[in-house]
């Protein structure tokens, strides 16, 4: 039986830290799964990291679809969470409901994510009455990237109070879990203190009740940039490249295939 809601919200009662890595596909789930994450995020982050986009804007249900089946077929005891993609929920209720619902039928995850604090409290506890577990995702929100106008650090200032706020409405909205991206780990420690469901930081320091990354960024395969919060823990694209490099040689110097490798 794969991880579920009630062990996360136990694991934060026993002080059990709470990995998370994304994956977008089968070989990927079976790595982070067999290494033993306790949940796999399908990130709206495979817009940039798996297919190219400029951000996570224009990524579709079809294509999430696509991919968390894929991660699915790939699991054995992470929970697989479907991360919601732009206008798949801020539309109203019932297209949640839907797209969400939609999420679970097709794909076999077990929860779903949205990002949002106070303004999209109705949703989560509408789909969590459907019998929907939902993920909340406040502090930095890559899908308003454009009204933020980049990717800077949340919660400074004024806006303190308002992501105290969202935290707390997205619990009481009746969500499992919240993501906190990119605040001062000072602001992350008080919300994890004062909530009773687990934090899961991406750029919120040490004092969240798990942790969640890209796994492409923390092996070293995205190298397109590297925030600060990303500690990589492998450099596969240098390796990858180097593979390829040598490959491309012994073909050109006639050293490969030899004996070995031949019929
Ligand atoms: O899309 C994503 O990968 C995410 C996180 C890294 C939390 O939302």
Aim: one cysteine or more; aromatic letters at 8%; proline letters at 3%.
């Amino acid at each position: 039986m794969p991880v579920t809601t009630a062990d996360f919200i136990e694991k934060k009662r026993k002080g059990e830290k709470i990995t998370v890595l994304t994956a977008y596909d089968y070989l990927t789930a079976r790595i982070v799964d067999s290494a033993g994450v306790d949940a796999i995020l399908v990130g709206d982050s495979l817009g940039m990291v798996a297919l190219g986009y400029k951000s996570t804007i224009p990524v579709t249900m079809e294509e999430m679809i696509h991919h968390t089946k894929a991660v699915v077929r790939g699991r054995r005891n992470a929970m697989v969470i479907f991360d919601m993609p732009f206008l798949s929920y801020q539309t109203g209720i019932r297209d949640a409901i839907l797209n969400a619902g939609r999420a679970l039928k097709e794909t076999g995850c077990d929860a779903v994510k949205i990002e949002g604090g106070v303004e999209q409290a109705e949703t989560i506890r509408a789909l969590v009455n459907s019998g929907i577990p939902v993920m909340g995702h406040v502090g930095l929100q890559p899908q308003s990237v454009n009204v933020y106008g980049g990717y800077k650090l949340r919660g400074r200032g004024e806006e303190r109070k308002r992501i105290i706020e969202d935290a707390k409405a997205v619990e009481e909205a009746g969500a499992f879990a919240v993501v906190l991206e990119k605040i001062p780990a000072e602001l992350a420690k008080e919300i994890t203190e004062m909530l009773r469901i687990p934090t899961i930081g991406i750029g919120a320091g040490k004092y969240c009740d798990g942790q969640v990354l890209v796994f492409q960024d923390m092996v070293g395969l995205f190298e397109d940039f590297k925030p600060k919060f990303v500690k990589r823990y492998a450099e596969l694209g240098k390796l990858a490249r180097e593979a390829v490099e040598r490959f491309i040689e012994e073909v050109k110097s006639g050293k490969f295939p030899d004996e070995e490798h031949s019929y």
